[in-house]
Each structure stands twice: as structure tokens, then as C-alpha cells.
């Protein structure tokens, strides 16, 4: 009896399957979704594409702006104050009128006075503020650093 359901069941399916027009359809279906399928693949490898392209294009920049600025280099390079100035760094030269005066380095360093860092006294004098204290000027300083830099 439970096959006699199912052979009814199955029958207008069967026979809607013979039909021309619903072998058709779903043909048109599948080449529908073969088309559509492979545009996705076409559409994802022109993104890619587009983003190599803008990198390189980047990249391009990038050197370009390097070599002008190497150009650059080289145009100081070839200037006379650069000439100058290498020769009074490596051979201690002067311009006329001036006189070089050679300091050996363990005097020079013997009158010397070391200079303590900006971070580092600062540092120090926050540490000597209690920490509440502390924690209100960092706050001030966070939210109203940009009406004190005007």
C-alpha cells in the first residue's frame, strides 16, 4: 500500500519531467547559473587585478618620488657650500679671515657639561607631584592640548 502512495506521488512529477517545456526551464536554469557563476569568478579576478594595479601604481609613485629626491642630493652635491662645508668638516679648513682653532677631544670633554634630556626632566618632576595630582594634569593635558597649542 506504501508504494502505491509513492507511485502517485511521483507520477505528475514524472510526467511534468517529460514535458519539453520543464526540460527546458530547468536547462535554462542551470546555463543561468553556470553564466552567473562564472561572472562572479570574472568579477572577483578584476577586483584583484584593480588592487595589484593601484599598488604597483604606488610603488610607482613612490620610486619616482625617491629619484627626485636623490636628483636632488646630487644637485647639493655639486653645490659650492656643500664643498665648503666638507672641507672644513674633514680637513679643517677656514674661509678667509677665520681661524681654526684645534681642541684635543679629552679637554674639550673635560669642560663639558652633560645636558639631561627634556623626557627626562620632566619625568622627574611629575614623579615628585602625588599621583592624583599627576592623573589631573595628564587628563588636562589630553583633553586641552589642542586650545594650548593655538
Known sequence: MLGKLRAIKLK?????LRDTRVIGAIGFGV???LVSWSSVGVIQQNFTLQQQIAQLEN???IQGLE???LELRNEYYNTDKYLELQARRQFGL???GETVLTVPERIALEHSVEVADESDASQQVQTDKA???????AWG???FRGFREQ
Not at 599621583?131 to 594634569?137: P, S, T, V
Open 12 to 16: 505528475p512529477i514524472i510526467d511534468a
Open 31 to 33: 546555463i543561468a547559473l
Open 59 to 61: 610603488e610607482i609613485t
Open 67 to 69: 629619484n627626485a629626491n
Open 94 to 96: 677656514a674661509a678667509p
Open 131 to 137: 599621583w592624583y595630582q599627576q592623573n589631573l594634569e
Open 141 to 143: 593635558e589630553f583633553f
